[in-house]
C-alpha cells in the first residue's frame, strides 16, 4: 500500500512531471493558477507549523508568503504542502511545488548535482547534538558508542558520521523518516542522543516530554546554511525568490517594517525609494510589478520582524539573533543592494 | 485476396480482419510515441537542470552511517569504504529477511487461527473472532507505531538489561542479544550433510509410497526423514571436530555511560526489526485466518463424515483427507498475501528499519539525487521478489492439486 504511495507517486512524478514541460516559466504559472505552491516541513516550530486554526506559521511560511506578496500581491495566495526531508527534493524537481522552504540545507552537491537553485540564506545554523541532562553528558567527545537518532534525508546524517569517524568514536545511528518518530524515539530512551540542526533542536525539543530535562551539547559539528529553493533552468522565478528575501533583509536594514512602510513611499533616502518602487521600475526586470516589495514587506514585514515574531527571544524558541543579526550588527545577514 | 485488391482502399475498411489490425497498430504506434515523447521530455528536463544520469553513482563511496542488522554485516558496511551498491544490496537484505521471518510466522499464526475459527471451544473461537477483526481493521501504519513503541516503552533503558537466558540472552532497549553462531572451517560439510539428508528424506518417502502402493505396506516416513535431516548433520558435525563457536554478547556494568550496556558482540535483533516483524506477521496473519477457514468450510462435510465411515481417527482425517482438499482453495489467495506482505515492508522506513526504501531510496537518493534510476532500481526489488514468490507458489499450487484418478 505504502510502496504504491511513495514508490508509484515517486516514478509517477519523477516520469509524468519531469516529463511534461516543468520547465516552464514558474512565475507564469503561478499566475495561472493564483498562488504559489510553498514545500515546507511537516511541522517545525518557528520555521513552518500549523496553528490551532490550520494557519501555517514561521520564518520558512514568511518567505513564501512574502513572494506570493510580491508576486501576485496577496502574501495568503500560498498553498502548503508539507514534505518530509526525504521527499523534498523530489517534490521540488517534479514541479509539485514552485519553492521549497524547508531548512534546506545549501550544500554544493544539492546545488550542483540534484538540479536545483538555492535562492539565498534565510537562517544561519549548524548541527547540534542534545542529550537527556541526566546522563551528565557535557561534550560531544564522551559520546563514543552512543545510539543517535534523527531523521532520513538529511544533512545531518552525514555530518554524524563524519565527526563520529574523525574523532575515531563508534555509534548507532537511527534514521527516521518523520521528525515526530524522532521526537517519540528520543523520549522513550531509544536513543541517547538526537542530532539535528540547532534550530531544530530548540524547536523539536518543545515536543519532549520534559523540554527542561535535556542539554544541547556545545559542539556545532557543521555549517547548515538553510535557505529557500528552487529548480535549476527557471532564472527569473530564482532571480524573484533571491530578491524577495534580499528585499526583507534590506527592508531591515533601512528600517522599513510593516507597519511604516507605505509612509516610507515618501522618504527622501534613494535606495528605499528603489526599494519600495517609488524611483525606477525594479520589479519589471523580476516581471513584476514595481510595487514587488512594498508589497512582500507592508504584508510580511521586514526578515528582522518576521525573526522575532517566529524565532526571536521572546517565542518558545528563544534564539538569539547570533550569526542572523544583520552585518550591521556583527551578524552575517548581508543583501546586495537594489539598484 | 484478389478480389479486395481490385476493390481498392475504399472496400479494405470494411474488411474486419483489416480494421482490427490496423486499430490495433494505431494504438501500439500513439502508445509508443506517448512513451517516446514522456521519455524526450524527460531526458530533456534532467538535461536542463544539469543533473547526472546513469548508474554510474554506484560506484561511488557513501559516507553514512546504517544501523547494524543482517544486512550491514553482509556487506560489511562501512561509512566512507562501502559504495551506494553497498548501501543498496544492504537495504535489500534487510528487506528480503523480514518479509521472509513475517512469511513464515503470518502463516503459523494465521492457520492457528483460522483453525481455532472453526472450533467448538468458545473461547479459542471468540479469541480469534476478536484477533481477525482488530487486526485487519486497523491500519498497518498505526500497528507498526504501536507495537514499535509499545515494544519500546516495554523495555528496560540502554543501560539496564532483563537476562532472559543467563549470560548468554539478553534484551533492552537497544534490541535483543543472543550468541552469534560462528562457522569455523569445515562447517560446510554439514551443510552439506543436511542437503544429503534433505534428498535421502524426498527419496525414502518417494520409495514408501510405492511400497505401500504395491504391498500395503506402511514405512515411518515422518520419523525417518527426521531422524536423517537431524541425524546425518550432528553425526558430520562431531565428525568434523565441532567446527561452530559461539560469539557471546557482552554486558558492561561500568565503564564511561555509552560504553555501558550490551557491547558490539554477539547477534542482535534491533526493536525496530522485532517491530516490523511482529506487525506486519500479526495483520497479514488475520488475512490468512480468513483463508484459511474459508479453505476448510469449502470441503464438503461428506469429506469427513465419509472418513469416519471408513474408520479414519478424526486427526488422520483432518490430515489425510480435508486439509489436503482445503489447500487447493487456500494456497492462491495465500500467495497474494505473501506478496501484500513484502510490499508493505515497505513501511518500515517510518519506524527506522533500515530497509531497501529507507536507505536506498531515502537516504541515499537525498544524497544522489537521480530519482528515476534509484526508483527504478526500487520497483525491479519489489518486482522480482513479487515474481519469485509468484512462480514458487505457482509450482506449489501445481503439486498440491487434485490429481484425478
Ligand atoms: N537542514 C537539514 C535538516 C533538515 C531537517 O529535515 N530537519 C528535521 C529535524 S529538525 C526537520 O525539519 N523535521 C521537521 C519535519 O520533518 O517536519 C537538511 O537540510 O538536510
Known sequence: MKLNKTLVA???????????????????????KGHVQCGVSQGLPGFSNQDDDGNWTG???????????????????????????????????????????????????????????????????????MVPSSLGVTSAKELDGANICTNTGTTTELNITDYFRANDMSFQLVAFEKADEVVAAYNTGRCDVYTTDRSGLAAQRLKLENPDGHTVLPEIISKEPLGPVVRQGDDQWFNIVKWVHNAMVNAEEMGVTSANAEEMAGSDNPNIKRLLGTEGNFGESLGLSADWAMQAIKQVGNYGESYERNVGPNTPLKLARGANALWTDGGLMYAPPIR | ???????????????????????????????????????????????????????GFLEDTAGFQILNTLGTAITDYT??????????????????????????AATAIGFVMGIFRLSNNAILKGFSTVYVEVLRNVPLLLQLFFWYFFVLRAMPDARSRIQLWGEEVGINI?????????????????????????VGGILFSNYAKKLQAETGKQLPVLWTQVG??????????????????????????????????????????????????????LYTASFIAEIVRAGIMAVPKGQSEASSALGLKPNVALRMVIIPQAMRVIVPPLTSQYLNLTKNSSLSVAI????????????????????????????????????????????????????ER
Open chain 1, 10 to 32: 515517486a516514478a509517477v512524478t519523477a516520469t509524468f512531471a519531469l516529463g511534461a514541460n516543468a520547465q516552464a516559466g514558474t512565475l507564469d504559472d503561478v499566475k495561472a
Open chain 2, 228 to 281: 536423517l535431516i537431524i541425524g546425518l548433520p550432528l553425526i558430520t558435525y562431531w565428525v568434523m571436530g565441532s567446527p561452530l563457536e559461539w560469539e557471546y554478547p557482552t554486558f558492561n556494568e561500568t565503564g564511561p555511560i555509552f560504553k555501558r550496556g550490551f557491547g558490539d558482540t554477539g547477534l542482535v535483533l534491533i526493536p525496530e526489526m522485532i517491530a516490523v516483524w511482529l506487525a506486519l506477521s
Open chain 2, 1 to 55: 485476396m484478389a478480389n479486395r485488391n481490385n476493390a481498392g482502399i475504399g472496400r479494405l475498411i470494411y474488411d474486419q480482419k483489416f480494421r482490427s489490425i490496423f486499430f490495433q497498430v494505431l494504438v501500439a504506434v500513439a502508445l509508443i510515441a506517448f512513451v517516446a515523447w514522456i521519455a524526450d521530455n524527460t531526458l530533456s528536463n534532467i538535461d536542463a537542470q544539469e543533473k547526472k544520469k546513469g548508474f
Open chain 2, 79 to 104: 561509512p566512507g569504504v562501502s559504495t551506494y551498491w553497498d548501501v543498496f544490496v544492504t537495504g535489500v537484505a534487510n528487506t528480503l529477511v523480514v518479509a521472509f521471518l513475517g512469511v513464515i
Open chain 1, 59 to 129: 520564518l520558512d511560511v514568511d518567505l513564501c508568503r512574502a513572494v506570493a506578496a510580491a508576486a501576485l500581491g496577496d502574501a495568503s495566495a500560498v498553498k502548503f504542502s508539507p514534505l518530509s526531508a526525504k521527499e523534498r527534493f523530489t517534490a521540488l524537481s517534479s514541479g509539485e511545488i514552485d519553492i521549497l522552504s524547508r531548512n534546506t540545507t545549501w550544500t554544493m552537491t544539492r546545488d550542483t548535482q540534484l538540479g536545483l537553485n538555492f535562492a539565498g540564506v534565510n537562517y544561519y545554523d549548524g548541527q547540534g547534538m
Open chain 2, 352 to 403: 527506522a528499519y533500515p530497509d531497501v526504501v529507507s536507505v536506498f531510496a531515502g537516504t541515499a537518493l537525498n544524497q544522489v539525487g537521480q530519482e528515476i534510476e534509484m526508483v527504478f532500481m526500487m520497483m525491479m526489488v519489489y518486482l522480482t521478489v513479487s515474481l519469485s514468490t509468484s512462480i514458487f507458489m505457482n509450482w506449489f499450487n501445481g503439486r498440491i492439486k487434485l490429481v
Open chain 2, 174 to 198: 537497544t534490541g535483543l542479544y543472543a550468541p552469534a553462531p560462528q562457522p569455523q572451517e569445515g562447517f560446510g560439510w554439514v551443510w552439506l550433510a543436511l542437503a544429503v539428508a534433505v
